[in-house]
């Protein structure tokens, strides 16, 4: 508890790197054990300096959720219980409470009832896990046999817009499609809807084309309507990497980012940013449930099973896994519909102030159209804009990231905290102005 009651308050960075945190830990296995409140009481003690604030509600490097007390309460039950969450036959209480939580979250964002929903560990494995299906399910189409492997398959098209993220292009390569061949995308990043069609009909055999709700620098929207029916129209599997931008559908708000959404094959999205769940906990959704069962399922004679519904793990690449969805469905019980809205509107309009904030300091240009929680900030110059990260990340009262965007230095502020309220944004841009008067930008 000492930790949760300092994480609003203490400066995010961490105090110690890795090596000095080493120092701090025994070196040498022991030959007998110790009590084990010594050793909790030990390894809180030795960590704490290494600790970052990733909870802060002024952490923005990294699109990260605060966690809701119900999810972390949950989670501790579900560590508690130690159910094996791959089997219905084996543990009824977390495929129950799993279960409904998909359909919650099928209906919060207004996908397909009955599709499959498959509890990963994050974006990178449910992006990976749609693939997978996807790629069998194209195979099929095509004739081939997906379980005789890809070696002797049809080549499979792999598409997506230039700003793609990292995530999609290692699931990409971890499901045998090696990276995508990218097809354009616009100033914010949304994909070309020409250059797809381009690529679509220059190409032949079967092909996955993979569309964004959110990027991570802009926070834009590709076109669903269009990109969807382009693709669609030349048989090709669409699927939506919704890491934190799938959530806008939840809101009537911001509901029109994502029209045409629910039109595509598969979509991925990770509770514990948006959501605000406990790590980790990304989620699979495959509109066609049969499909997703025979890419991820596993069967063995000493395997429970019942018959005429899928298992677990049949969802999800794992057999064995913790109850990642008993956390979620606490969360959503907790805030009920309109609470979940709220969450949505609340961080979309703190990404607005912050950039509101930011436009008023002498200096400092907002490069992004701010449609949803992503803030792109930047100096005149690359070597201020890198200091300015650098002096932020130090100073400790908010954590912003550094990355390039075309071609320019920026500072990426990532807004999936609940408790980024009026204060915390004041206090951050209060801080980017103060580390823009010490290091003279502006002037």
């Known amino acids: 508890m000492a930790w949760l ?4 308050e203490r400066a995010i960075r961490p105090d110690l790197d890795v ?41 923005f490097g990294l699109v990260i959720g605060g966690t809701y007390p119900a999810a972390l309460a949950a ?21 129950a409470v799993e279960e409904v939580a998909a359909a919650w979250l099928l209906d919060l964002l207004g996908l397909p009832p009955g599709s499959g929903v498959g509890f990963v560990t994050g974006g990178t494995m449910a992006n990976f896990a749609c693939l997978v299906t996807a790629r069998d399910a194209v195979l099929r189409r095509a004739g081939a046999d997906p379980a005789a492997g890809i070696q002797a398959a049809p080549a499979i098209r792999f598409l997506a817009g230039d700003a793609v993220h990292t995530s999609m292009v290692l699931a990409g390569r971890l499901a045998g499609l090696g990276a995508p061949a990218t097809v354009g995308a616009d100033d914010q990043g949304r994909i070309d809807v020409t250059g797809l069609e381009r690529a679509l009909r220059e190409g032949t055999g079967p092909a996955i084309v993979a569309l964004q709700a959110g990027d991570v620098h802009s926070g834009a929207f590709d076109d669903f309507v269009a990109a969807i029916a382009v693709a669609h129209r030349a048989g090709a599997w669409v699927h939506v990497d919704g890491a934190f931008g799938l959530w806008a559908a939840a809101s009537p708000r911001f509901a029109h980012l994502v029209d045409g959404l629910a039109q595509a094959d598969s979509w991925a999205t990770d509770a514990h940013k948006t959501l605000n769940v406990p790590y980790d906990c990304g989620v699979a959704i495959v509109r066609d449930e049969a499909a997703m069962t025979a890419a991820l399922g596993a069967h063995a004679a000493y395997l429970p099973a019942m018959t005429g519904v899928a298992d677990p793990y049949d969802h999800t690449p794992e057999m064995s896994r913790r109850a990642r969805g008993v956390p979620v469905w606490a969360a959503l ?40 929680t992503q803030v792109c900030l930047a100096a005149r110059d690359d070597a201020s804009t890198a200091a300015l990260g650098e002096w ?6 908010a954590w912003a990231s550094s990355s390039t965007w075309h071609g320019r230095t920026v500072v990426r502020f990532s807004v999936s905290n609940r408790g980024t309220d009026a204060e915390a944004v004041r206090r951050t841009v209060d801080a980017v102005a103060r580390g823009a008067a010490e290091l003279g930008i502006g002037r």
């Open 19 to 59: 090596d000095a945190t080493h120092a701090r830990l025994p070196r040498e296995l022991p030959e007998e054990g110790i009590d084990p409140v010594a050793v909790v009481e030990e390894l809180a003690e030795a960590s704490a300096p290494g600790l970052i604030a990733l909870g802060s509600p002024r952490f």
């Open 75 to 95: 989670d501790w039950l579900v560590s508690a219980w130690d159910q094996n969450a791959g089997a219905r036959q084996l543990t009824p209480a977390a495929a």
């Open 392 to 397: 932020l990340r130090a100073e400790g009262t």
């Open 333 to 372: 019980r907790s805030l009920g519909r309109q609470g979940v809205v709220r969450l949505i509107d609340a961080l979309t309009d703190a990404a607005t102030a912050l950039a509101a904030g930011f436009r008023t300091v002498p200096g400092l240009e907002v490069l992004n159209d701010v449609p949803f």
């Open 5 to 8: 009651d300092s994480v609003d």
